[in-house]
């Protein structure tokens, strides 16, 4: 007699990874009168995000939840995102012109598919070009 039931439960199990690892978010971040877009799996954060595609988000710290340069607003979709712990808001009490979308881009995690929109922050902007000399700042004549 053949039995099939912990093959397909395993199958079944390897379906659903695979499932959920295709599950991807649309991402666009805006800067500077520019627009990046990108697609990216859920599960990761938008700091991520903005590397794949060169949008020009600062990490001084490197996305390790240390600092607030990579702080940006969520214009769109903030539902998709994980919610702001209340480490992330007590880096963002620190952080210059927080707003009610504020969050920190290496600690937004996408959870849901679908689209979402972050506009980069000054002090993200002003990170960013401060890291990285070799890239010109468009806003420096």
């Known amino acids: ?25 649309k991402v ?13 799996p859920v599960g ?10 060169g949008a020009p988000e600062g ?4 996305g390790v939840y240390a600092c607030s340069t990579c702080h940006v607003y969520v214009t769109k979709g903030r539902e998709l995102l994980s919610e702001a712990e209340e480490d992330e808001e007590d880096i ?28 980069i922050s000054r002090e993200s902007l002003d990170a960013f070009y401060h890291e990285h000399p070799d890239v010109k700042d468009p806003r420096k004549a």
């Open 28 to 40: 666009r971040l805006l800067a500077l009168g520019r627009t990046w877009e990108t697609e990216v």
């Open 44 to 53: 990761s954060t938008l700091l991520p995000a903005a590397k794949s595609v």
């Open 1 to 25: 007699m053949h039995t099939t039931g912990g093959g397909q439960g395993r199958r079944r199990a390897r379906d659903r990874a695979r499932i959920e690892e295709e599950r991807t978010a």
């Open 92 to 119: 963002l009490d620190k952080a210059f012109d927080v707003r009610a979308s504020s969050r920190l881009g290496c600690q937004a995690r996408i959870q849901k598919d679908g689209d979402i929109e972050a506009e």
């Open 59 to 62: 990490d001084v710290c490197g």
